[in-house]
């Protein structure tokens, strides 16, 4: 799956973000240098505070480094404007929230075709099906005329699932996804995980749980804005590349 | 089109809060049309039943010996267009017959009521022209009065001489002042009555038209020069604003009032448009930041907003704007009874139409586009990020020290205080709201009430009961 001469589907070179508080500067990253091929499944694993949840959203678009190159899919990333990179990331980059974040007034099966209707793709009549049968690979079909509000966790967080891949995008990006749910439904959320990444999704997974993590294929562990260890799956250690 | 369903759903699952604003668009919409639709039709109506009156240039006053042929004479007269003579009587009226109460009351005698020159007075009903001992009453003294035809009224001379007329029917002067405005009554009767009455047959009013319009001064005064050529005196000159209906002030400031009234209230309406906006948009700040982050893009999002307030504005315009067609229909009937002319038609005009789309659809997305373009201008990673070192209030500073003195406030009194001030734009907006709002309501009341209070020290000054 990974192809170790081609460009990395996601690169970051000298990545440090930087935020204003009251107490002063804090440096959430400090210069994070990292290189996901396609194919991946990646665990991003890290204290509460540790910058995890701040380089996903690097590398998604939906913050801007201080300093740094992002390229994911590549496209210069921190260079998009903001309508650019809402283009991007409708094609690029599906996303999933701890908190699942489906819009309460729209039911599991239009909250799927959302993002197709914002992104313009597939085509109109083929918008519906489409996100039925993503309902469908998220084992969840029957709920999709259901608000929100009418679903358990677990089951909103398969209709976030398939909102994020609604536009089939290469890449996956999780922030926390089992953080508000059960170990049992945790497990089963990181198994359609697998199930993307079998079909080639490439997949980040920012999570606290250490034996999620170890389902995966790459696990990167961050502490104080820095990526302190990557490891593969089988527990080889990886150039750790950090720039301080 | 799914994003449609959202703008749908997002209306009808806050039912309350639509219907709020859209009735609050509708009351201005309403009003403007209201008041546009019947200033249109009030001023032309009048303007146009004035003119058709033949209203004279010049009315001169004098004592009752003018005859047919001076009236000639003056119509004669080099520059003159047209000129009637005609006899008025000023007496006393018994509105409840038994001679308990009296009232003014003008009784006007015409030579010939079928060749009418000027000011013409039209029959409504009844016997035309009245006969010896009849009296046709103007339309809106017999409202007034509360006759009928075939009732008796009567009156009384200057030097107290008393007599029954029988009231025949109607006739419209649109020149005199309706006793609800003046508290004159206007009567009609033919020269046997006058005879009959031992009163003198001379016109004692001259009404005078003339050629030209800008010379009305110089020939009301030769006009007048005549009349004391003859050894009359002249009591009085009126000369009449050309074109002007002499009410037509009072449609113009009532006019002038309701429009401001309903200036205000579109303003009231675009503010909570505002108020609301901003909660709403407040309220949805995290899903405007997921509809960035699966693919939405800002022109899209604030296009959801816009259309929201556009769909509001729409219902209410098709609410206010049918309503203010029957609304302008019954103001305007409204006012012309109080003036005393025929409720004009209303039009309703594409121009008008028009009009209040753009009120209606405008003014709540001017009002709504700041607050909607700096809503949706948000960062989603600062409104989904859950680390939140940006989700911190930094407190109200000046506030926060203030309320720390006060040691008796409980820990939720605190919360309850400091929370109207962590939105302060939105604290500010609403305050102008209320404030405006109350201002207005307060404006309305006072000055009723002062109104009021100063007719009450009139008559307290005056010291008279009847």
Same mark, same amino acid.
């Given at each position: 799956m990974t192809s170790l001469n081609a460009s990395p589907l996601i690169d970051l070179n000298g990545v440090k973000k930087a935020y204003k508080t009251d107490a002063g500067l804090f440096l959430a990253l400090k210069g994070i240098d990292l290189h996901v091929n396609e194919g991946e499944y990646v665990a991003i694993i890290g204290k509460s505070g540790s910058g995890k949840t701040t380089l996903i959203n690097m590398i998604t678009g939906l913050d801007r480094p201080t300093e740094g190159e992002i390229v994911v899919g590549g496209e210069k990333v921190e260079r998009l404007?903001?309508?650019?990179?809402?283009?991007?990331?409708?094609?690029?980059?599906?996303?999933?929230?701890?908190?699942?974040?489906l819009l309460p007034t729209l039911t599991a099966l239009e909250n799927v075709m959302l993002p197709m209707d914002?992104?313009?793709?597939?085509?109109?009549?083929? @918008? +519906?099906?489409?996100?039925?049968?993503?309902?469908?690979?998220?084992? !969840?079909?029957?709920?999709? %005329?259901?608000?929100?509000? $009418?679903?358990?966790?677990?089951?909103?967080?398969?209709?976030?699932?398939?909102?994020?891949?609604?536009?089939?995008?290469?890449?996956?990006?999780?922030?926390?996804?089992?953080?508000?749910?059960?170990?049992?439904?945790?497990?089963?959320?990181?198994?359609?995980?697998?199930?993307?990444?079998?079909?080639?999704?490439?997949?980040?997974?920012?999570?606290?749980?250490?034996?999620?993590? @170890? +389902?995966?294929?790459?696990?990167?562990?961050?502490?104080?804005?820095? !990526?302190?260890?990557?490891? %593969?799956?089988?527990?080889? $250690?990886?150039?750790?590349?950090?720039?301080? | 089109m799914t994003r449609w369903i959202k703008v749908y759903r997002d209306l009808w699952i806050n039912r309350s809060r639509t219907v709020l604003i859209i009735l609050s668009i509708a009351v201005g919409v309403f009003a403007i049309g209201l008041i546009g639709m019947s200033q249109l039709a009030l001023v032309e109506s009048l303007n146009s039943q004035y003119a058709a009156m033949r209203p004279a240039d010049a009315i001169l006053q004098t004592v009752s010996m003018l005859d047919k042929d001076f009236v000639e004479g003056i119509r004669n007269m080099r520059g003159v267009d047209e000129a009637e003579g005609r006899r008025y009587l000023l007496l006393r009226i018994s509105l409840d017959g038994k001679g308990e109460t009296w009232r003014d009351l003008t009784l006007y005698a015409l030579h010939d009521y079928n060749d009418q020159r000027l000011f013409l007075v039209r029959q409504q009903d009844g016997i035309y022209p009245p006969e010896k001992g009849q009296v046709l009453m103007e339309r809106a003294s017999m409202v007034y009065i509360g006759a009928k035809p075939g009732d008796q009224i009567l009156i009384k001379t200057p030097d107290g001489r008393q007599f029954h007329l029988t009231v025949t029917g109607r006739v419209h002067d649109?020149?005199?002042?309706?006793?609800?405005?003046?508290?004159?009554?206007?009567?009609?009767?033919?020269?046997?009555?006058l005879r009959w009455m031992g009163e003198a047959e001379g016109y004692n009013e001259l009404y005078v038209r003339y050629e030209d319009p800008t010379q009305v001064r110089a020939m009301t005064n030769k006009v007048a020069d005549r009349i004391e050529g003859i050894g009359l005196p002249v009591y009085r000159k009126t000369l009449p604003k050309p074109g002007e209906h002499p009410l037509n002030f009072i449609i113009d400031t009532m006019l002038i009032l309701l429009g401001l009234v309903a200036a205000l209230s579109m303003f009231l309406s675009a503010m909570l448009?505002?108020?609301?906006?901003?909660?709403?948009?407040?309220?949805?700040?995290?899903?405007?930041?997921?509809?960035?982050?699966?693919?939405?893009?800002?022109?899209?999002?604030?296009?959801?907003?816009?259309?929201?307030?556009?769909?509001?504005?729409?219902?209410?315009?098709?609410?206010?704007?049918?309503?203010?067609?029957?609304?302008a229909d019954a103001l305007a009937a409204f006012a012309a009874e109080q003036i005393n002319f025929d409720p004009p038609k209303i039009q309703f005009t594409w121009q008008a139409l028009i009009f209040q789309l753009g009120v209606g659809l405008l003014v709540p997305l001017i009002a709504a586009a700041p607050t909607i373009l700096n809503g949706t201008n948000v960062a989603p990673a600062r409104v989904l990020s859950e680390y939140g070192i940006s989700q911190v209030w930094g407190g109200a500073g000046i506030l926060d020290r203030l309320l720390s003195r006060f040691f008796a406030f409980t820990r939720d009194t605190l919360l309850a205080l400091r929370n109207p001030f962590r939105k302060r734009g939105r604290l500010i907006l609403s305050l102008i709201t209320l404030t405006f709002a109350g201002a207005v309501f307060m404006a309305i009341v006072n000055l009723r009430d002062s109104l009021g209070h100063a007719l009450n020290e009139m008559f307290e000054f005056w010291r008279y009961d009847a």
């Open positions: 404007g903001e309508n650019q990179l809402a283009i991007w990331r409708g094609h690029t980059i599906g996303v999933v929230f701890q908190f699942f974040q914002f992104c313009g793709t597939p085509a109109f009549t083929e @918008r +519906r099906d489409r996100a039925r049968e993503l309902l469908r690979l998220m084992e !969840i079909e029957e709920q999709a %005329n259901k608000l929100p509000a $009418k679903l358990s966790g677990g089951q909103q967080q398969r209709v976030a699932i398939a909102r994020a891949i609604a536009t089939d995008p290469p890449i996956l990006a999780a922030d926390e996804p089992t953080g508000n749910l059960d170990s049992k439904t945790a497990a089963a959320v990181f198994s359609l995980f697998e199930r993307l990444a079998s079909l080639g999704k490439t997949i980040l997974v920012v999570t606290n749980d250490p034996d999620l993590a @170890r +389902r995966v294929s790459r696990q990167l562990h961050i502490a104080d804005g820095l !990526i302190v260890n990557d490891v %593969n799956g089988n527990g080889r $250690k990886r150039v750790t590349r950090n720039k301080s | 649109l020149y005199r002042i309706p006793p609800v405005i003046e508290g004159w009554i206007y009567g009609y009767v033919d020269m046997s009555t448009v505002i108020n609301v906006i901003s909660a709403l948009i407040a309220q949805q700040e995290k899903q405007i930041a997921i509809m960035k982050a699966i693919g939405g893009r800002s022109w899209q999002i604030v296009g959801l907003y816009f259309s929201m307030v556009f769909i509001l504005g729409l219902i209410a315009c098709m609410i206010a704007i049918p309503l203010s067609v029957f609304g």
